[in-house]
């Protein structure tokens, strides 16, 4: 028989963390599955070593508990670790890990969700039931690696960001670090630190920002409208790091659209600079155009040129594979995993399913989808 539970939650990063704890603020019995063998593995096990929250403390907040009020307004990864472990100490949050859900599905009948997870010690398989099913599995479950042909005749090293620490590994080397978000210019930068020759594919067009003028900007759009806190903020940055004549001198170009606009449209981040712009106009970073074959040792892009690498690091992002087990699902979730009802109403689907953290808003938008959840959860208990 199946083990029945009021509440299931698929996820125990962050967003399901969150929930969990709004779940425990109101009595409300829960079960987290986790497919790792801790909560929050990319923040423990897949970040760099560099990493600061790109956000201040206060946007970065999970529900009931703040940031100790002496943390800087921007946090180390390894500060951040320390308060997840604390609000999963405060809040009584056990996982189960190990635990890989394969299939959820709705018993029209039972008017329940059967989950099915194999467990990643025995190799068996593990029946659950429950009222309500939280998909709190994140925006970044799965690291992508783009199709590049030839790839696979690479002579060097291939890793993805998750797996990626320090330049410290990397003096000395030929790196190519392909994609130009948030990670792929922290870790540019990061290597040249430690003196790696670093190139960098910038692909698309990029808003360069940085964290206090991201944090002004947030502060603005309490009382002002999304275009006009937009303009002000590609002024600033023209202001520092040059207007669009002088920074297209380095293979970069400006979105036409403002940074708050495509951060809520389409979930696309501002780039945080962190040092690295300024390397890239001393030379020191290479800016490269898009990457379109590997042949041997050798990069080849667009427009022709080739250049040698030892290393290639990919940082493009991640998949959803929630579409892979979440059977029956017609409204909450697309096939990518992301929530198709428009932000503020994505996060309630039908027969009490739910998801949290999927907003593209960040671990604000988590907290509040996991306040949202437990209490219509509680609405109907």
């Known amino acids: 028989m199946p083990e029945e539970e009021s509440v299931i939650i698929v996820g ?10 709004c779940l425990s603020r109101l009595s409300i019995p829960y079960l987290i599955l986790e497919r790792e063998d801790c909560y929050a593995s990319l923040w423990k096990k897949k970040a760099y070593d560099r990493l600061h929250l790109h956000l201040a403390k206060k946007y970065c907040e999970l529900p009931h508990m703040d940031m100790p009020a002496d943390w800087p307004k921007f946090p180390s990864r390894q500060q951040f670790v320390q308060y997840l472990d604390d609000y999963a100490d405060r809040f009584g949050i056990h996982p189960i890990y190990r635990r ?12 329940k969700w059967n ?19 939280v998909v709190a599995s994140g925006e970044t479950s799965d690291a992508f690696v783009p199709e590049i042909d ?39 930068v990061d290597l040249s630190d430690f003196g790696a020759k670093t190139s960098i594919v910038v692909r698309s067009p990029i ?27 590609v002024i600033l940055s023209k202001l520092v790091y040059g207007g669009d004549t002088t920074i297209s001198k380095y293979g970069i170009s400006r979105p ?22 300024g390397k890239i106009k001393s030379g020191v970073i ?18 022709g040129k080739s250049h040698p690498f030892d290393v290639i690091i990919f940082a493009t992002g991640f998949k959803r594979s929630t579409n892979k087990w979440l059977k029956g699902d017609d409204y909450l979730l697309n096939e990518d995993g992301l929530p198709k009802p428009s932000f503020p109403n ?7 399913l739910y998801c949290a953290g999927l907003a593209r808003r960040g671990l604000y938008g988590a907290a509040m989808d996991a306040q949202n959840i437990a209490n219509d959860i509680k609405a109907q208990l």
Not at 286 to 303: C, H, N, T, W, Y
């Open 256 to 277: 036409e659209e403002g940074p708050f606009f495509l951060k809520v449209k389409y979930g696309k981040y501002p780039v945080i600079d962190t040092g690295t712009v």
């Open 286 to 303: 290479q800016v490269l155009p898009k990457l379109v074959s590997i042949r041997g040792g050798e990069a080849v892009f667009e427009g």
């Open 115 to 133: 989950v099915v997870a194999r467990n990643g010690d025995s190799g068996e398989l593990e029946e659950y039931s429950c009222q309500f099913l």
């Open 150 to 188: 030839g790839l696979n005749t690479f002579t060097g090293r291939v890793i993805h960001s998750t797996q990626y620490k320090s330049g410290k590994e990397y003096a000395d080397k030929n790196v190519l670090v392909v994609g130009a978000g948030n990670s792929g210019m922290e870790i540019a």
């Open 207 to 233: 808003h360069i920002l940085s964290r206090e003028m991201v944090y002004v900007g947030l502060m603005l759009l309490k009382y002002f409208s999304y275009n006009i806190v937009d303009s002000f903020m």
């Open 100 to 111: 890989s859900v394969e299939s959820g599905r709705f018993d029209e009948s039972e008017k």
């Open 12 to 21: 125990a990063g962050p967003s399901g963390l969150a929930t969990a704890a």
């Open 346 to 352: 994505h996060w309630k689907g039908e027969n009490g």
